[in-house]
């Protein structure tokens, strides 16, 4: 395969590989080899983990596919995807996915899952991808999902900014791992779960959620073990009106408290200003304009 720039990827058993330029070994490190390895007893942890948590799998991958809202037609980004259980129901929404991971193992093992169970998967494309360097441009996809490996991301910050790049404004991305909610930390519930895991020692990382969020929300699935954070994507920061005049003694606007700001006076000089406003009728901003204006004049 080869982009427009001139890289070119290797196609491996229809798989294309996006993690490196051709000639160059896919990506290494402990994380990745921790999954090579045990690729195919991942999926055994999985069915254990349902079982002990006492949830029922299909209704919680639902529950998770329904905050991503996703309408016929919408382009669908997962990411670690690993052995797509999360996959088909996505699928089933209507949507075309582009289904991702860092690990081949992890790619292969998705695909035979959903074709030995006869899932439509005309609407989905399979690659090999780091959640830090997406091959895909700005705003190319409606919705983005990642659920069980950001805990363990390189650089977390860096990684959710870069899934929300590949969002247009007004798509959606829900991100979640392990981590039990603070209302439960001292259960022996929680202590049992943290011995077993260290990863539940984590906590949704809400602040490392870009500023172009809006609608930001925090959901706890799994009887309170995992978190999900979601967020529609915006642009910048949030926008505020600086000229609306605020009631009352102080008055004044966001423009002219934050950005008007003046040297401090004497305690003496600002109760004088304050009683003389309130003689006149006026806030203490309008009292000190106007004074201001004159003494210029």
């Not at 994380?31 to 090579?36: A, F, L, P, S």
């Not at 991702?100 to 439509?120: A, F, K, P, S, Y």
């Not at 989905?124 to 997406?134: E, P, Q, V």
Request: hydrophobic letters at 40%.
């Amino acid at each position: 395969m080869e982009s427009p720039a001139g890289d070119r990827y290797p196609i491996i058993d229809g798989i294309p590989s996006l993690l490196l330029a051709s000639g160059h070994e896919e990506a290494g490190g402990d994380r990745n080899k921790y999954y090579r390895e045990r690729a195919a007893e991942y999926d055994r942890g999985n069915d254990v983990m349902f079982r002990m948590l006492k949830c029922e799998e299909k209704q919680t991958r639902e529950q998770m596919t329904d905050l991503l809202k996703i309408a016929p037609g919408d382009r669908v980004l997962e990411v670690g995807c690993g052995t797509c259980r999360d996959t088909r129901y996505f699928l089933s929404r209507g949507g075309s996915v582009y289904a991702g991971d860092i690990n081949r193992e992890m790619v292969h093992i998705g695909r035979e899952r959903l074709q030995t169970t006869g899932v439509d998967t005309s609407a989905l494309k399979l690659f090999l991808a780091d959640a830090g360097r997406l091959p895909f441009p700005a705003g190319f996809f409606d919705r983005a999902f990642h659920f069980g490996g950001l805990n363990l991301f390189p650089d977390v910050r860096a990684s959710i900014a870069e899934i929300a790049r590949v969002v247009k404004p007004g798509g959606r991305v829900v991100l979640g791992d392990e981590g039990v909610g603070a209302w439960l930390g001292e259960t022996e519930f929680a202590k049992i779960l943290k011995n077993s895991n260290p990863l539940f020692h984590y906590q949704a990382p809400l602040e490392k959620i870009p500023v172009l969020a809006r609608n930001v929300s925090c959901h706890w699935i799994l009887n309170g073990s995992f978190y999900l954070m979601v967020f529609d994507v915006g642009v910048g920061e949030p926008q505020l009106d600086l000229d609306v005049e605020f009631p009352g003694w102080r008055g004044g606007s966001h423009r002219t408290r934050y950005l008007g700001k003046l040297e401090g006076v004497s305690p003496a000089i600002r109760d004088s200003v304050v009683k003389a406003a309130a003689a006149e009728g006026v806030s203490v901003v309008s009292w000190l304009e106007k004074a201001l204006r004159r003494a210029l004049d």
